[in-house]
């Protein structure tokens, strides 16, 4: 290959390049039948598109504690990218959610690294299977939106390895092709020229990782020699685009002047292209069929592909529901036993419902004439905002799917605002009152949306939905919200009388409507699992989001391993709701318990029965303890499972722990 061919295979094309077709590419070499390679968001579905799923994000597949869901959906992802010609699906997402007000917590898997973890290596898994390949990112602690930019996070290795980067492990495991460099400084060097982290003695190479580094778009800077000597080996998107970037256009020159040796240059050229070859795509890959710059399908590049399937349609309403936590449920029914028919609470049972209201903005079709980042919640929230969220060309809002299921067996009264009058009156009365109330965050880029940019400026519910559930409440005594949110919110109001039913629905992808029908009546049993706790008090978690710095801040990790259900543990604090937490319609029983070593790992071994009056699911969840002189939390999570159980049914569940597992470092 001749210096300006390599020079296009590790730098992309440019932000606005006229040829650009993806959120990134590079430069042919038609000589050698090697293609642009097309870049693209996003971590729950491809951006910038028509006729693509939307997804649920990272926070409610950590929510189905469900290894299966988690590798279908990356499966699902890696067919879409595929279809569309997308050589490289720019995730997973897998920043651990330090702080519950994170801008991007919902992309990934939550506060604890075990479930980011898991979540990264089925997500890999999954999309390359089928010859796509992933992006680990963002490389490293890239946990806060304000100042991301410029701030340096500074911590210690112990926290590092035992938090930070233990998805990444994961990752490695997986077989991952590449890992994006993020933003933010790590212990003050820039994370795209941080030789600690991506150089040859490096963490990524040290820990056996094979592929490429490549840039986040416009997160390089200084000179060309200062990044491609300390590991970067392409950057994204090629040019200045003013947050930095650009710095690879001096490439060519380092190399002649030998500032970077030519061995190096190949280095990058071949670790690029090997990931290319290792999963076929030189072979019956599809060519890029859409144009990103134009995301409304218009133009000559746009070829209008459809890359929906039923299947794929059917996946993401069984992970949104499946994510569904239920928080509460005040069941009662006609006979007073599990096995009657319900009269308050849930689930539903059709004929016995006449009237209903449903309330809220939440319930409502979102603005179909959104920006492309999805900069807008003034309707059901879905997934939120940035180049993390994804297509809602074909959401289902609840308001429909509600309408559509019920037909004519009961009248609906609707008040689809947050009003605090309008919602009440129209609860007044009915058999049932649904609430749907939500809470946004995304990525910031240069706008705030209701005055948030990016990370969230507290955990209430938008537009005074918590007052309005109080309100709806006081008026309706059968009433069940459902809360649509990123993360944790203050639910001040969950141990009101009347509130007979909570559902945590998080970020459910485009069938948000059909999922909710599903288990609001009973026809998906919630299994549901907090992929993180829901405290009284920000002051609860631990940490804090830098709003206000002069300068260019840097942010110490002093909490070290403690965030979450962690530090709640070790400070004797008990939220409202924790980590893990969830209600089924059924229950469930656990007898047997054996503990069995089996090398250098534990077998532990137990029954699961399905005691109650409905065929459900039950994840039961494998916490360890250290003793007091590890300076380890009180527990962590260490293993999880999916038990599908019909009425009177029992399964033999086995859980290992590895060596890994019960190892820490003092």
């Known amino acids: 290959m001749t210096i300006d061919e390599k020079i296009g295979i590790v730098r992309g094309t440019g932000q606005l390049g ?65 279809g569309k010609g997308i050589h490289v699906f720019l995730g997973p997402a897998m920043d651990i959610m330090r702080n519950p007000k994170a801008g991007r917590g919902w992309e990934s898997f939550g506060p604890d690294p075990y ?4 979540g990264a290596f089925q997500t890999i898994t999954g999309v390359q299977s089928v010859g796509v390949q992933a992006c680990a990112k963002h490389l490293i602690a890239n946990n806060q939106e304000h100042y991301r930019y410029n701030l340096s996070v500074n911590v210690n290795d112990r926290t590092l390895s035992e938090i930070y980067w233990y998805p990444f492990i994961r990752s490695i495991e997986a077989g991952v092709t590449s890992v994006m460099c993020a933003y933010n400084k790590f212990n003050n060097t820039s994370s795209c020229h941080n030789a600690a982290l991506i150089g040859d003695n490096g963490l990524l190479r040290r820990n056996g990782f094979k592929g490429y580094v490549v840039s986040d778009w416009g997160a390089t800077h200084d000179s060309a020699s200062d990044n491609a000597n300390a590991g970067l080996d392409m950057e994204q998107p090629g040019d200045f685009i003013l947050i930095g970037g650009g710095v690879f256009s001096g490439l060519e020159s380092a190399v002649n002047s030998g500032s970077v040796s030519a061995d190096r240059l190949n280095q990058m050229v071949t670790r690029i292209l090997a990931s290319w070859y290792r999963l076929g795509q030189d072979s019956g890959y599809p060519p890029v069929n859409f144009d990103a710059q134009h995301p409304d399908g218009s133009g000559s590049l746009n070829l209008n592909v459809s890359v929906r399937s039923d299947a794929h349609t059917a996946l993401v309403r069984e992970i949104a529901s499946a994510s569904a936590v239920l928080l509460k449920n005040n069941r009662t029914t006609t006979t007073g036993t599990p096995d009657g028919a319900t009269t308050r609470g849930l689930p539903l049972v059709a004929p016995r419902i006449k009237t209903m209201a449903v309330i809220g903005q939440d319930a409502k ?43 004519t067996s009961a009248n609906i009264t609707s008040s689809l605002s947050n009003d605090l009058i309008a919602g009440p009156a129209a609860a007044e009365g009915k058999d049932v009152a649904f609430v749907f109330v939500n809470a946004m965050s995304g990525e910031f880029v240069f706008d705030d ?42 639910m001040s109001w969950s141990e009101h009388s009347n509130i007979t039913g909570i559902i945590y629905a998080g970020a459910p992808g485009e069938q948000t409507g059909p999922s909710i029908v599903d288990v609001l009546y009973g026809n998906y049993n919630p299994s549901g699992r907090l992929p993180f706790s829901i405290a009284d008090s920000e002051d609860d978690y631990g940490t804090t989001i830098v709003y206000d710095s002069p300068g260019s801040p840097e942010i110490d990790y002093t909490e070290k391993l403690l965030l979450d259900y962690r530090y709640m543990e070790s400070k004797g604090i008990i939220p409202r709701f924790e980590f893990g937490f969830g209600l089924s319609y059924t229950t469930f029983a656990y007898s047997g318990l054996s503990i069995l070593p089996s090398g250098t790992s534990q077998i532990i071994t137990f029954t699961v029965t399905n005691t109650g009056a409905f065929a459900g699911a039950e994840k039961p969840q494998l916490y360890l303890g250290f003793p007091s002189s590890a300076g380890e939390p009180n527990k962590v999570l260490r293993g999880f499972d999916e038990v599908i159980l019909d009425v009177g049914a029992s399964s033999l569940v086995n859980m290992t722990l590895t060596q890994r597992d019960t190892r820490y470092i003092l």
Not at 115 to 118: A, D, P
Not at 384 to 393: A, R, T, Y
């Open 18 to 82: 006229s040829v650009r077709r993806c959120g990134g590419d590079t430069t042919a070499v038609p000589r050698l039948g090697v293609p642009s390679i097309c870049f693209n968001d996003g971590p729950a579905g491809v951006r910038l598109s028509k006729g693509v799923t939307g997804l649920p994000p990272g926070i409610n597949a950590a929510s189905t504690f469900s290894r299966r869901l988690m590798l279908a959906r990356g499966k699902a992802l890696g067919e879409e990218f595929w």
């Open 449 to 490: 949306v209701n005055g948030n940019q990016g990370d969230r400026n507290d955990l209430d519910l938008w537009y005074e939905g918590g007052s309005l559930v109080e309100a709806v409440a006081a008026a309706n005594n059968n009433t069940i919200v459902i809360v649509h949110s990123v993360g944790p919110v203050y």
């Open 115 to 118: 479930l980011n973890g898991e």
């Open 365 to 407: 079709m979102p603005n179909p004439n959104c920006d492309d980042l999805n900069q807008c919640n003034d309707g059901t929230m879905s997934i939120g905002w940035g180049s993390g969220s994804n297509s809602l060309e074909f959401i289902i809002p609840p308001i429909d799917a509600i309408t559509s299921f019920v037909g």
